[in-house]
Structures are given as C-alpha cells and as structure tokens.
C-alpha cells in the first residue's frame, strides 16, 4: 500500500469512511443510536461490502484517506512502519519493522488517535425481545457466508456448531486421539447427519507446525502457540483439500459469557469487574491480541477465516445482555447465545459445555511433553515457551 492509497480489508472504503466521521463503531449494524446503514449511494443495492455477504461487516483494517485504520474490535490487522506511517501493510512480513495499529484508532504521519470506542449501552430489560434480536443477528450472519471454498473448523460446541448448521460446506476437527474435542465433534456432526474430517494431531505435527506458527504470528508464548496449533492443523488440511477459506465460531464465548472468570465474577481473581457485565466486557476488550493471532495463523495456514459470530450485527445484539442472560443462577454460561441458536442446533450441542481449544484438542498436554522430554523441565520458568523458541531456531 501506498501514501495515498484506500485500501480497505474487510469493507468498501465508503462505509469506513462514514464510520469514522460518524464515530460510529459498528458501521454494520444499526443498532445504536447514530449507527449508519451499509445501503448508500456508492454501496451495491444488496449492501455488499465485500465482507461475506449483503450487510456483513466482522472488522476491517486498512487505508482510507491517507490514514491507517483498525475496527473497534481489531477482527483484522493492519500494519505500518515503526518510524514510517505512510509504509503500511495487511502482512508484517512485509515491513522491516511492523507496529500493528490498536484496535479504533487511526495512524497518520502526524500521529494517532482514537477513533471508535465499544459502545456501553444499558442492559435490556425485555428478555424475549433481547434473545430474539440475538437469534435474527446470528442467523443472519451466518446465513451470508458465502460458501464457495469454505470449510468448517469444527469442535462440536454450540459455537462451531451453531455455524456448522446453517452452512453447506465440510467440517474438519483437529486433535490427538482420544481427545475431547474429536469424540465432541463426532457426536455434534452424528446429530446434524455430516460427514467430518478428522486432522490427527501427533508429536511430529508438533514439531512441524510450532515453528510455522512462530513464523506466521510471531508469538512464541505457550499459551498462544497451544491455542494456535489445532487451528493451524485444520486450516492447513483445508487449504490442501483445495479450500481457501474457512469458518469460525470466534468471539461467541468473550461477547456472551463463555468464560468461568467471567461466570464467577466478581470472586475470580483473574478480572477486576464486580458483575457479570462488567467482567464480560474486559474479556471482549482482549480480542483484538487474540484475534491477530488467529488471522495470522489461519492466513500462515492458507486459509482466510471467517468469522460470522464476529459481524457487527451479532456484537450489536450482544453488547446489551443483562447478566442472567450472559451467566444463569445455576451456572450456565452464554444463556442467551444458547436460547436463541437453539431454534437450529441440535439439544446436545445446545446445551454441551466445551473445553478451550488447546485442552480440548490435548495440544497443550502434548506441547508439554514434548518439552519435557527435550529436557526443558517444569521447574524452569516457562518451560515451554523456551522450548517452542528452540524449535522456532532450528
């Protein structure tokens, strides 16, 4: 990209551009007092973006107007030079020393500002209504993915498999045998009557993606690198059963309530937040590090990720949960989320409470075995984030 190009990953420049004079932050969604409808003048008459479908927006990055831009919930990365903010780049590859612009700003030459902010609203009070505008955002993501060259990353809980449901397109699970998410993902996909391919994790993928996904990421950190190795295994056997893009359920479990710190508010350590709400919006501000990495990886993967629990539509819907439809007094987590994808995912996925990624699949178990075996032993501080360094060197 250049000085003055517009160049936008994710939406047409026009829509950028009158979300930033708007101060709007979710741009596709006209939930909020303020927020711009994706049908204008300069749009095509469905409201195509470019981003999945008519009136989808799940992020966006890029150039418009001389300055670089990232989405209030940084679903895409955009990059510049360190010492240069008019040398811009989707890949840091591409740049000799890449600093990732924070997610609702805006860089220029003459510095950095804030642009959008998560919106705050009120809590809802009309709990039908407010699981109903959930199940008609989340139906209507999903239901404008385009299904050319896409595939599923599928783990059997009610986020993939609320997904899975909607989209003709395969399913693939990555895990080590015997692993929770395999055996999940097997009964989800029985109970939906799909086939499923199973990505057979081992110590030697270990080994041979580890430093893939240093290189694609740039992150070294055990936890980043166990999440990512599941995801990177899928991605990249879809991508060589010549799929070029490949659907997510990210985001579902920060925007309505996933969590067990959340869930435990305010007693978790683990948040700062003294209620449900409060806790569930510090998680969601962690997605835009979390989400780099997984564009990262995925694009490093081959593949390019689609995420429709991430549309603004769905984060719109979200974003006024009362807590007892984030966490019920039993425990529950992603009440609302459940009550209204029930309308089409199986009970038993509905109802399924599921492992994170990296348990789920055993690559966090495994990636510290392996660790150990190559001498790096727990009593060392972050023993297996130096081991994923070693191999990242070999």
Same mark, same amino acid.
């Given at each position: 990209?250049?000085?003055?190009? !517009?160049?936008?990953? /994710? +939406?047409?420049?026009?829509?950028?551009?009158?979300?930033?004079?708007? *101060? $709007?932050?979710?741009? &596709?969604? !006209?939930?909020?007092? /303020? +927020?711009?409808?994706?049908?204008?003048?300069?749009?095509?008459?469905? *409201? $195509?973006?470019?981003? &999945?479908?008519?009136?989808?927006?799940?992020?966006?990055?890029?150039?418009?107007?001389?300055?670089?831009?990232r989405d209030v919930l940084g679903r895409r990365p955009v990059y510049t030079e360190a010492d240069d903010a008019t040398a811009r780049a989707f890949d840091p590859d591409e740049l000799s020393d890449p600093d990732l612009v924070p997610a609702g700003h805006a860089r220029t030459p003459a510095g950095e500002e804030r642009v959008w902010g998560l919106p705050d609203p009120d809590p809802a009070d009309d709990e039908r209504a407010t699981v109903g505008r959930v199940r008609a955002a989340v139906r209507e993501s999903i239901d404008a993915v385009d299904e050319v060259g896409l595939a599923v990353a599928f783990s059997g809980g009610v986020d993939s498999t609320a997904v899975a449901a909607r989209v003709d397109a395969p399913l693939y699970v990555a895990g080590f045998e015997g692993s929770h998410d395999v055996e999940t993902a097997r009964r989800a996909a029985d109970a939906l009557d799909r086939d499923l391919r199973v990505v057979e994790l081992a110590h030697d993928t270990i080994e041979r993606v580890v430093p893939e996904i240093v290189a694609a990421t740039g992150r070294t950190n055990?936890?980043?690198?166990?999440?990512?190795?599941?995801?990177?295994?899928?991605?990249?056997?879809?991508?060589s059963d010549g799929f070029d893009r490949l659907a997510v359920g990210q985001g579902a479990d920060e925007l309505f309530g996933g969590y067990a710190k959340v869930a435990n508010a305010p007693a978790d350590s683990r948040v700062a937040a003294d209620t449900v709400r409060g806790a569930r919006r510090e998680v969601v501000r962690t997605l835009p590090e979390q989400l780099e990495r997984d564009v990262l990886a995925l694009r490093g993967a081959g593949v390019e990720p689609v995420a429709p629990l991430l549309d603004d539509r769905v984060v719109a819907a979200a974003l006024p949960l009362p807590g007892p439809l984030l966490v019920a007094g039993d425990g529950q987590r992603k009440v609302a989320f459940r009550r209204a994808v029930g309308e089409w995912v199986p009970d038993s996925a509905a109802v399924r409470e599921k492992k994170a990624v990296q348990y789920g699949s055993l690559a966090a178990r495994e990636l510290?075995?392996?660790?150990?075996?190559?001498?790096?032993?727990?009593?060392?501080?972050?023993?297996?984030t130096k081991y994923v360094e070693s191999l990242a060197t070999q």
């Amino acid at each position: 990209m250049t000085a003055m190009d !517009d160049h936008v990953d /994710g +939406a047409r420049p026009a829509v950028v551009r009158r979300a930033r004079e708007r *101060g $709007d932050p979710l741009p &596709g969604s !006209d939930s909020f007092p /303020g +927020a711009g409808s994706l049908r204008s003048p300069d749009s095509p008459p469905d *409201g $195509d973006t470019g981003a &999945g479908g008519a009136g989808a927006v799940r992020g966006f990055a890029g150039v418009v107007d001389g300055a670089a831009l990232r989405d209030v919930l940084g679903r895409r990365p955009v990059y510049t030079e360190a010492d240069d903010a008019t040398a811009r780049a989707f890949d840091p590859d591409e740049l000799s020393d890449p600093d990732l612009v924070p997610a609702g700003h805006a860089r220029t030459p003459a510095g950095e500002e804030r642009v959008w902010g998560l919106p705050d609203p009120d809590p809802a009070d009309d709990e039908r209504a407010t699981v109903g505008r959930v199940r008609a955002a989340v139906r209507e993501s999903i239901d404008a993915v385009d299904e050319v060259g896409l595939a599923v990353a599928f783990s059997g809980g009610v986020d993939s498999t609320a997904v899975a449901a909607r989209v003709d397109a395969p399913l693939y699970v990555a895990g080590f045998e015997g692993s929770h998410d395999v055996e999940t993902a097997r009964r989800a996909a029985d109970a939906l009557d799909r086939d499923l391919r199973v990505v057979e994790l081992a110590h030697d993928t270990i080994e041979r993606v580890v430093p893939e996904i240093v290189a694609a990421t740039g992150r070294t950190n055990a936890m980043d690198v166990g999440i990512a190795i599941g995801l990177y295994a899928v991605a990249e056997r879809a991508a060589s059963d010549g799929f070029d893009r490949l659907a997510v359920g990210q985001g579902a479990d920060e925007l309505f309530g996933g969590y067990a710190k959340v869930a435990n508010a305010p007693a978790d350590s683990r948040v700062a937040a003294d209620t449900v709400r409060g806790a569930r919006r510090e998680v969601v501000r962690t997605l835009p590090e979390q989400l780099e990495r997984d564009v990262l990886a995925l694009r490093g993967a081959g593949v390019e990720p689609v995420a429709p629990l991430l549309d603004d539509r769905v984060v719109a819907a979200a974003l006024p949960l009362p807590g007892p439809l984030l966490v019920a007094g039993d425990g529950q987590r992603k009440v609302a989320f459940r009550r209204a994808v029930g309308e089409w995912v199986p009970d038993s996925a509905a109802v399924r409470e599921k492992k994170a990624v990296q348990y789920g699949s055993l690559a966090a178990r495994e990636l510290d075995r392996l660790a150990r075996q190559a001498g790096f032993k727990r009593r060392m501080d972050d023993h297996v984030t130096k081991y994923v360094e070693s191999l990242a060197t070999q």
